[in-house]
């Protein structure tokens, strides 16, 4: 199977499609550490263990699409099996023309420019499939990394809160 979408350094898969057994479910979910998940939704803070990984993807599955961002070529086209925790993942529901998204970076990947790129590339995505016409993000304002991707990738502030999550808007 091919990758849903590239980047130059990035292989996009549907989530579901990576899904094969538990082990794959604990090794996608392997990517919720207390620094990755810190500025998630309280749901997604804790990572579920082992053996309810499964159950616990399914039905994160049920409400959004999610995306795994691997490194270029690192997944086995013959078997498709998912060997590590992936680089990153990026969420996103629609209704009615607007996407809500949020998306993560694995910590060993931090500051070297792959949240703009993954965020970039799943831009790109919902804009030539034609899937959304307005993207909202919230992103906590002391996570300072997100705050200047959204920015980097044109998204403008509509309100602000310090105290809560800052929402962002981009029009595709």
Known sequence: MKPLLQTARLDLYNCKS????????????????????????EDWQTRPDANHAFDWLNNKLIESEIYLALPKGTINQASLKLQNVPLGLFIFHIEQSIAHI???????????????????????????????????????????????????????????????????????
């Open 18 to 41: 990576l899904i094969t057994s538990r082990n794959s479910a604990a090794i996608i979910t392997g990517i919720l550490t207390p620094d990755t998940a810190a500025f998630l939704p």
């Open 102 to 172: 949020g998306y993560l970076i694995n910590e060993q990947y931090w500051h070297q420019g792959y949240g703009t790129e993954l965020l970039f590339g799943c831009l790109a995505y919902l804009r030539t499939q034609s899937l959304a016409k307005t993207v909202y993000a919230g992103v906590d304002p002391n996570n300072l990394g997100s705050v200047r991707t959204l920015e980097k990738c044109n998204f403008q502030i509509v309100s602000n809160d310090a105290q809560k999550n800052t929402f962002y808007t981009l029009h595709l």
